[in-house]
C-alpha cells in the first residue's frame, strides 16, 4: 500500500468513525426498517408515487418504510410502516446490516444519447412495484389522504377548473413536455367563457390571462391538492400536479404529446392527449430537433373540446387500471 492510500484508508477510517455516534442514536430512535423505499431528496412526484408502491405492500402484508424529505405528502396514510427523513449514511448503514433499501428508479438515461430516457415497457407504478418485489395485481393511481378541512377550507369558486401551464418550476424541469405558454393562454381565453379558472404552480410562471384566481406560489403542496379536490377538473401537462389529481381522484385532461408511449405517464381516468408524429416516442428530456412537433399537433380547441368531453362523462368513482406483475416479468 502507497502513502497515498494509506492516508486515504486512514481518512475513510475517520470518517465512519465521526458519524457512528449519529447512526446510533439514528438506530435507537428509528430502529432498523427491515424494508424501506428511498427516491432521493428532489424526487417530489416520485415520492407521490411510491404511495401506490407503499399501498400494494400494504396490501401484501410486508410493508415499506418510506424515507422521505416531503413527509406531507404522507401525511393520514397509513400504508407505510414508518415515514423517516432522508440520511444517506443512515441508509448505508441499513444496506451494511442486510436490511432492504430499494430506491425503484424506473427511468435511466441512455448509454448512446445522454438526452434520451430509457423508459419502461410499462406504467411507471407498475415497473416501481416490480422494482420493489411486489408480484401480483396492482392498482396504477398513487394516494394522498386530504382532511375534510383541508377539503372545506379550499377555494371554491361556481364551476370551477383547476389548471397548471408549466413544469419549467419544477426541480428537474423537462422542456420536451411544455405545450407552451400561448397556447395554454389561448386555452385559458377559450374557457373562461363557462368555467372559474384556478391557476396553481410555481410563482415565476406566466400568469395566464382570464383566469378568476391566481394561486401561483401560494399554496402549500396540500393545498393545492385541496382546490383539485373541489374542482370540476384539473388540466396540466405530465409531471407532479398531474399525479397529484389522480392522487385525490380528480379528473384531469393531460397534454402528453409525443415524448412517451400511451400508457407509461397516464390513468386511465383521465383523457391523455397524444401526437404521434415519425419522431415519437422520442424519450427526450431538453433538445428537440423537430421543435417540439408533438405539442404543437395538440390545438387549444382539441383541449377545450376534451375538456368539455371530460365534464360530460366524469363518474362518480374514477375507474383503475389494474395489471398482473410475475416473477420473471423484466
Request: with cysteine.
Amino acid at each position: 500500500m502507497t502513502a497515498v492510500d494509506d492516508t486515504v484508508s486512514w481518512r475513510r477510517w475517520l470518517g465512519r468513525a465521526a458519524i457512528a455516534p449519529r447512526m446510533a442514536w439514528r438506530g435507537v430512535r428509528w430502529g432498523l426498517p427491515a424494508r424501506s423505499l428511498l427516491f432521493g431528496p428532489m424526487s417530489l412526484g416520485d415520492d407521490l408515487l411510491c404511495t401506490a408502491v407503499l399501498h400494494e405492500a400494504r396490501r401484501r402484508g410486508q410493508p415499506f418504510t418510506m424515507f422521505t424529505a416531503r413527509p406531507e405528502l404522507f401525511a393520514g396514510n397509513h400504508d407505510p410502516a414508518g415515514i423517516r427523513p432522508i440520511d444517506d449514511h443512515f441508509s448505508t448503514f441499513l444496506r451494511r446490516m442486510k436490511r432492504t433499501v430499494i430506491s425503484p428508479y424506473y427511468v435511466h438515461p441512455d448509454a448512446a444519447a445522454p438526452d434520451r430516457d430509457v423508459l419502461p415497457k410499462r406504467h411507471i407504478i407498475a415497473e416501481m412495484c416490480r422494482l420493489s418485489g411486489i408480484t401480483g395485481e396492482v392498482g396504477l393511481r398513487p394516494y394522498l389522504h386530504l382532511t375534510d378541512d383541508e377539503r372545506k377550507n379550499a377555494p371554491r369558486l361556481p364551476r370551477q377548473i383547476a389548471l397548471h401551464s408549466t413544469g419549467m418550476g419544477a426541480a428537474l424541469p423537462y422542456p420536451t413536455k411544455e405545450w407552451g405558454a400561448d397556447r395554454f393562454a389561448e386555452l385559458a381565453r377559450l374557457l373562461s367563457k363557462d368555467f372559474s379558472l384556478v391557476q396553481l404552480g410555481s410563482r415565476h410562471d406566466p400568469l395566464l390571462p382570464e383566469v378568476a384566481l391566481d394561486l401561483r406560489g401560494r399554496t402549500s403542496l396540500r393545498e393545492a391538492a385541496a382546490v383539485q379536490s373541489v374542482s370540476l377538473l384539473f388540466i396540466g401537462l405530465e409531471g407532479f400536479l398531474t399525479h397529484l389529481a389522480r392522487a385525490i381522484d380528480c379528473p384531469a385532461v393531460v397534454i402528453h404529446g409525443g415524448r412517451a408511449p400511451a400508457g407509461v405517464f397516464d390513468y386511465v381516468a383521465n383523457i391523455n392527449l397524444y401526437s404521434r408524429p415519425p419522431c415519437s416516442p422520442c424519450g427526450l428530456r431538453t433538445e428537440c430537433p423537430q421543435d417540439l412537433a408533438c405539442m404543437a399537433a395538440i390545438s387549444a380547441p382539441a383541449v377545450a373540446k376534451a375538456v368539455q368531453e371530460m365534464i360530460t362523462r366524469s363518474p362518480a368513482v374514477l375507474p383503475v387500471a389494474k395489471v398482473e406483475l410475475n416473477r420473471d416479468d423484466a
